[in-house]
């Protein structure tokens, strides 16, 4: 709704690139713009440019009615501050309130998880549930916790961190600092080093995996592997059956504690759909707690790709933080 | 508060014992009557009755304003009825509403876990909090998550099964049909199997936990381990270490995912105190992801001990489920 003249734009602030867009009360993308993020070492000054220009591109001379920020970092439970982030450079700036100021118009911030999970509960598959979860699997785990129809924040502004939940003893070193988190078991990582440990081998039985990366193993990604896997590979199904069980025993340990309505999975990865989410179900069933006396939480995929950060940032924008 | 003829009791519901308490509005425990309970293959109605003999007893001819229920098991989400617990017999009855009718008086029912939380929330060690997760460490592990100042109860009212949370893959095999889950490494179990495991090895170094038990280790039990630790015992201090260093794992994946303000240890194992404590606040700190960045919550020890259920079911039953 809202007059015609109102210009919602959503900024999804990554460690690589920076997209903002402007987004219909719907959720429909309806322009954007891009910059590459200038780094983590730089003047903090730099990335806010780079938002400056990409928001001022999109705007196209309009007036603009609010702007969301969706960073890839801890956002404190304010929505004031970046606290830190890895591959951006704010360590506790205002960046609010100082955007607010340098645009003269609405700022909300929130992190990429949260904005997500925000597309999903006002607009996508979360829409009407009470208590959700949502998991957003790219390079790591992200997470948001939805309860009461609203996000959980915490004491830090850090709820919804499960991807650095330990699933294996003395397991798998994180860039965290910690080991065997779950990220290093279910993510686009994960996957990758799948199959990369497995073409490592001699004599390793043969992949189309192997053809699709030019015979070079550094080149697998994680959409190769999906592509391989639908096409029938057996390695990349593998993949998917090791990364979507680690999926489902970490989404049981969720519903243990949290007993959603919903869980819901996004992110890069989610793409491969069924492929991953049919073996997240099963170990869900097989793990969870008392699960023949409960209603065990649906696995839904996500109704917004890449593209959910920009749409849950602008919906915040419109309905607030 | 209220006037002096109210009459309020709480009623803890075990497996093998039914503790009634008159319980005043600053949670003093007044009179209390104890019952064996009948077993899980009995008729419901054995239950109920052993119930309400332990009720009149402590109402001794005096009306009772309301009772609250604190039982072993999962209850479902609008307090009606025991769905499953594997001490008791019911499936699913209305227990509320049966013993509501049948006393004549105000009936709230909730889980043990919940009503502990209840306790530290309106009378201990939470009281003020908005955020705080609530451990109980006996057998098992039990669990609670206060959100907003109030109990978050879940689809199934199942919110807070901490301890079958896999926190070892294809780990020690538990209660539950699982394996590996938390509470087969950090609960009065696995304090017990600690040393047995060790006492049962041959020429083991010699343990005062070998006179304690009068030579048999079958006789071992937790409090006899919390005994020996603090009496300097090396075999029962390493069994804190142990249990204590896994307490704190898994209460850093719980800060993870709800970044709480508080985290309170209750149950009988959380009368160790800082043997138990202090390696958990150490392993916390050292495994929760982002700790440099962010308030580590404080690790305390409930205020109440095994009379936390009666009051807590008494305070349920002053204000409400």
Redesign the interface.
Known sequence: MGSPAELYIGVDIGGTKVLAAEVSASGEVLATARRTTPGRRVRVELVEDALTEAVHEVADGRPITGVGLAAAG?VDNAGERV??APHLPWRGDPTRSRLEARWGTLVVLDNDANCAARAELELGVARGAG?ALLVTMGTGIG?A?V?GGTL???????????G??????AGLPCE?G?TG?WEQYSSGNALVRFVRARMDVPHHSPSMLEELCGGDPAGITGPLITQAARAGDRLSLSAFASVGEWLG?GL???A??????LLVIGGGVSAADDLLLDPAREALAD?L??GR???I?PVLRAAFGPEAGVIGAAAMARTGF
């Open positions: 801890f606290m830190f208590d997470g916790v309860l959980l924040r915490g004491r830090n502004g850090m709820a919804g961190e499960f650095h939940m330990q699933v294996v003893p965290c910690g988190c025993i049981a340990n969720l243990a504690a949290f007993d959603p309505e793990s707690v008392a006396h409960r209603v939480p």
